[in-house]
């Protein structure tokens, strides 16, 4: 009997009436009583020399307030980059500046070259056409070979190279995995491009940036995933603001996937435009500007070698990986190749040794950061595809030859300096193989091929690092930030709750989910609970929601303060019932004294605590209020095993998605309907980058799939239902509440599968097709069957 | 947008005053012009709108049997109403979504004459008439290459005769992210022959495929379909190359042979 309170329960999301009702109070419904509009004049060419900018016409245009150029932040500090990798040589990667206005050149098309602030949005862009700009167009650089090779026009002339860092790990095993290669049986290569994708959350980007000269306190409202990080980054690194003088909001966001993490020029502008002007600034992206100033995911070129011994075990990976960081680098995109990307190569696998080379590239194109599952979606295709293809070389059961080289035994240090603490993939593996309905394959192929069509059948693992992170740990692989959370909860006199949580929900459901933990806790109503997050000015500061952390790091932190607060009302309720503390039991909102029948009300003791009439004054303080920042021990390890079944039509290269089943292990699970949905929506995208999604430059850096004509977001028509199925469950060793996170599971697991499927059906027509880079338009599809 | 003054007659007549002054430009349904203004790719002085002209709404059938319909009437209707001509009313009920449907009109697409739009296939395989409110151009000499048709400047379309063909069927291989025909093609079946109309592929806009109509009048079996015409002059962009789209266009020829029955 399913629950229906509580852990393991599924309420509706409670955030949905608003969402759902156009309630919803998200940046751009916000508006600041004098507000100006900004307009940037972005780069139509992705390299060039600025010689000049002449603003003196478009200020005099109507409702013109300011226009600013790079000159204007000359002094200003550029956008910082949160993450600094060292390269296999012990040196720290290259880092250009970043200006917040392009100063001396632009590097990218949708570089900002001028702000213009205006009454009006339209008098604002109408000034920005006026704007004269003298650029000299130099050549640009758009592939990252090429990029790297000798007398390559340089993205920043004070580097050295295009190479960021060339990162090599674990640099110690470089020669063991070279022994291993030569010592093997059989060795399978595969090259690869893992393609770049752009995130199109459904709200694009908004600022708004508030000065109050009276307090010289600066407010900025932005359509982010982590307001307090943008506080420290901006205040610390950009504009010089302490935080106790800087506020940030982050209220409703319709979407992150990542790309609302990192710290963006525009923020910056609107909060230093807003003091220049002693106005309220506003910014809205539009669409096409998110296409070409939102940071972009993946672009990984690849390859990859699995050796294996005579027994087909795996004895060997390695992996060389050019990665595209764009022409800055975004706020955590040098972590994204290398610590969230190399520490998961060896899967779920039992393979001795690995080793991971990863070039980080500087082209003419936009920054590059996380997106969703951020490095572990090109750890996992590369690692499941090549699998596949060795089975399919060896002619071996895809599935027997995962199977062979699972992991099995728990806790296991991995070559690649993580340690799994549980993990059961056999018996996710056992799960899929049931809603999968394997064996009902042949029969199905079978109808598929009488209409014609060919039918494959493709299965991954996956493995990732999530419930980021340890703070010790990532500061010795070169973050500049901790990865702790925070959590207030503050219990009001008649016994309700608000939790104040460093987390931030942008479409997750916590404002459902985080109630249903205090609830179990405590033994009360969820609707008793209320969850408060977005704004610096009243949460503790915490590090945000990326990484599948909330529930594991944030409900962590949110576990412990309310610990607190029932060790506290403990007392209260021991005083109350002149009982000792250690007799004092709490369940079902009730406080009672072992083996008696006396016992008061959670919210007796809750009333007691701000009407400290009757209270142990000398010893606790009255009021409830406790705060807690969790630091976990480890990453946690959520695994899952996926399946999908494709049609293909052979006379178009046409692939549908027919079935699509995936077994995670999330360890507990809070609500299960909304990790149904995290998956269901990661799925989505996994299927997008497999089949639809690709980011395409043209050789002059111009982007071709810059609006939906070109770029293709998965349909509803384009996905078919999921069977999901969360019963493997092996609880996290070290958080309280036992959870792995959810987020990115799907989209990190469901992208091998597809390509696996789609080679089967290939293969299974006759085709020797071994490898199609995703997305699997139809016409790769059948120029790949061409030969 | 920038700035534009708006008009919205109520007959033709009005239309094509107000379409005689300087920066003029007709707004049909708007699901090309209007994102083009939004863009600031386009600033008419004034838009002159055809959707408040009754005469040229809706659909009928004239003496000659011929499915007429209103220049300004929108897809879903002639996806509800060309019930007498299956093969059109199917093309109008699958062009965009249903917003577009309930928006983009039959005149605004033969007049933009898209290169991967559906009606231009539809009216070039139907031998249909373009009537404007100067004359009547005949299918084949009104399509003149990507978004170039024979209209004169402020000639509007007033109405679109389609002769309803013995068997018709027309296939859209869609582009995945616009959903446009990557490549589209109608068939149509007349006593004195087979026409075969293709959108999407040709970089010179909607083309008919003349091997496959000779080929088709002989015989009228998806057998017959010659093999895919040459790739030279086919549209080559990141959704398929011109060697695939011209390999679709024998695939899609086909099924609209076998579709017919």
């Known amino acids: 009997m399913p629950k229906d309170h509580g852990i393991g329960a599924s309420p509706k999301r409670r955030e949905d009436i608003r969402f759902l009702t156009g309630a919803g109070n998200y940046t751009d419904d916000i508006n600041v009583n004098g507000q100006a509009y900004v307009h940037f004049l972005r780069s139509d060419v992705a390299h060039g020399r600025i010689n000049a900018v002449n603003t003196g016409a478009a200020a005099a245009m109507p409702g013109v307030v300011r226009i600013f150029t790079g000159a204007d932040f000359e002094g200003v500090g550029g956008l910082p980059c949160g993450w600094c990798v060292t390269d296999r040589h012990g040196e720290p990667m290259q880092e250009p500046a970043h200006p917040v206005l392009a100063q001396g050149k632009v590097r990218h098309v949708g570089d900002p070259i001028a702000a213009v602030v205006a009454e009006t949005a339209e008098q604002a862009r109408d000034a920005a056409e006026a704007i004269e700009v003298d650029i000299e167009e130099l050549p640009a650089v758009v592939d990252m070979k090429a990029a790297l090779a000798d007398g390559s026009t340089k993205v920043h002339d004070d580097l050295t190279s295009n190479l960021c860092y060339d990162w090599g790990f674990v640099e110690e095993n470089k020669d063991a995995v070279e022994q291993a290669m030569q010592d093997a049986a059989h060795v399978t290569t595969l090259e690869l491009v893992n393609n770049r994708l752009i995130a199109n959350p459904m709200e694009p980007r908004v600022a708004i940036g508030d000065y109050n000269r009276a307090t010289d306190e600066s407010t900025l409202y932005t359509t982010s995933q982590n307001p307090h990080v943008i506080r420290l980054l901006m205040g610390a690194f950009v504009l010089g603001i302490p935080e106790h003088k800087l506020r940030v909001i982050a209220p409703d966001v319709g979407g992150g996937f990542g790309t609302k993490i990192f710290h963006y020029g525009e923020e910056a502008f609107c909060t230093f435009a807003a003091k220049a002007i002693n106005r309220p600034v506003k910014w809205t992206a539009s669409r096409s500007e998110a296409f070409m100033s939102d940071a972009h995911g993946r672009d990984h070129v690849t390859r990859i070698e699995l050796a294996l011994d005579k027994d087909n075990n795996f004895t060997a990976v390695r992996t060389e990986t050019y990665a595209n960081m764009g022409a800055y680098l975004s706020t955590f995109a040098p972590s994204v190749p290398t610590w969230l990307h190399g520490t998961l190569m060896a899967g779920n696998y039992k393979t001795p040794v690995v080793y991971v080379n990863v070039k980080a590239v500087f082209t003419n194109t936009v920054p590059v950061d996380a997106y969703r599952g951020a490095g572990r979606p090109e750890a996992t295709f590369q690692l499941e595809r090549v699998i596949d293809k060795a089975a399919r070389e060896l002619g071996v059961d895809p599935i027997a030859l995962r199977r062979q080289n699972f992991i099995t035994e728990f806790p296991y240090a991995t070559p690649v300096a993580v340690e799994y603490d549980t993990g059961d993939y056999h018996g996710t593996m056992d799960a899929l193989e049931k809603i999968a309905d394997l064996s009902g394959f042949e029969a199905r192929r079978k109808e598929s091929e009488a209409r014609g069509k060919l039918r494959g059948l493709g299965v991954n693992c996956y493995i990732e690092a999530c419930g980021i992170a340890p703070s010790n740990l990532v500061g010795q692989l070169g973050a500049r930030a901790g990865l702790y959370e925070s959590a207030t909860v503050r219990v009001n006199a008649t016994g309700g709750l608000v939790v104040m949580t460093g987390s931030h929900s942008h479409g997750q459901g916590h404002e459902t989910s985080f109630p249903q933990v205090i609830a179990e806790m405590i033994g009360i109503d969820e609707s008793m609970v209320e969850i408060v997050h977005g704004d610096t000015a009243n949460t503790p500061m915490g590090m945000g929601t990326y990484g599948s952390r909330s529930l594991a790091v944030g409900g962590s932190a949110m576990v412990r303060a309310t610990e607190k607060i029932i060790n506290k009302a403990k007392k209260i309720a021991a005083h109350l019932m002149e009982a000792a503390e250690a007799d004092i039991e709490l369940k079902d909102g009730q406080f009672s004294v072992a083996g008696t029948d006396k016992s008061v009300a959670w919210g007796d003791v809750t009333l007691a605590a701000y009407v400290p009439h009757n209270y142990p004054l000398e010893d606790i303080e009255p009021g409830l209020e406790e705060t807690a920042f969790y630091d976990p021990a480890n990453f946690t390890y959520p695994s899952g095993a996926y399946c999908c079944e494709v049609e293909l039509d052979p006379e178009t290269g046409k692939v549908t998605i027919e079935r699509f089943s995936a077994a995670d292990d999330f360890g507990n699970i809070v609500n299960p309907m909304i990790v149904d949905g995290q998956v269901h929506g990661g799925i989505g995208q996994g299927i997008g980058q497999a089949l639809l999604e690709g980011c395409v430059y043209d050789e002059n850096g111009q982007l071709l799939s810059a609006s939906y004509m070109d770029y293709a977001m998965p349909r509803a028509d384009d996905v078919p239902f999921y069977n999901v199925d969360h019963s493997s469950q092996t609880p996290c060793t070290h958080n309280p509440l036992g959870v792995k996170g959810c987020g990115e599971a799907g989209a990190i697991g469901s992208p091998p599968s597809v390509v696996n499927a789609v080679i089967d059906a290939l293969q299974s027509g006759g085709h020797d097709v071994t490898h199609i880079d995703m997305p699997v338009s139809p016409g790769r599809v059948w120029a790949a069957m061409q030969g | ?261």
């Open chain 2, 1 to 261: 947008m920038y700035e534009f003054e708006f008009v919205k007659p109520g007959s033709v007549a009005d239309a094509v005053t107000a379409l005689g002054e300087e920066d003029a430009q007709v707004l049909g349904g708007g699901q090309t012009l209007i994102p083009t203004l939004k863009q600031r790719l386009a600033s008419p002085g004034k838009l002159v709108s055809l959707a408040g002209i009754a005469e040229m709404q809706g659909v009928s059938t004239d003496d000659a049997g011929r499915i007429c319909v209103g220049g300004g009437t929108v897809h879903a209707d002639v996806a509800a109403n060309a019930g007498g001509y299956p093969a059109l009313a199917g093309l109008a009920g699958n062009i965009g979504d249903p917003a577009v449907r309930a928006r983009g009109t039959i005149g605004g697409s033969l007049a933009n004459n898209d290169p991967s739009a559906c009606y231009p296939a539809a009216a070039l395989a139907s031998g249909a008439s373009i009537v404007t409110n100067a004359r009547e151009i005949a299918a084949d000499d009104y399509f003149q290459g990507m978004f170039t048709t024979a209209l004169d400047e402020g000639e509007i379309i007033t109405e679109v005769k389609f002769p309803v063909p013995e068997a018709a069927n027309y296939q859209k291989f869609e582009q995945p992210a616009s959903r446009f025909a990557l490549v589209g093609v109608f068939v149509a079946k007349y006593a004195d022959g087979v026409r075969v109309a293709v959108t999407g592929a040709s970089q010179e806009g909607v083309f008919r495929w003349r091997a496959a109509e000779a080929a088709l009048s002989a015989d009228f079996s998806a057998d017959a379909v010659p093999e895919a015409p040459a790739a030279d002059g086919m549209i080559s962009d990141l959704h398929g190359t011109a060697a695939y789209r011209a390999h679709l266009v024998a695939v899609l020829t086909r099924r609209a042979v076998a579709a017919c029955g």
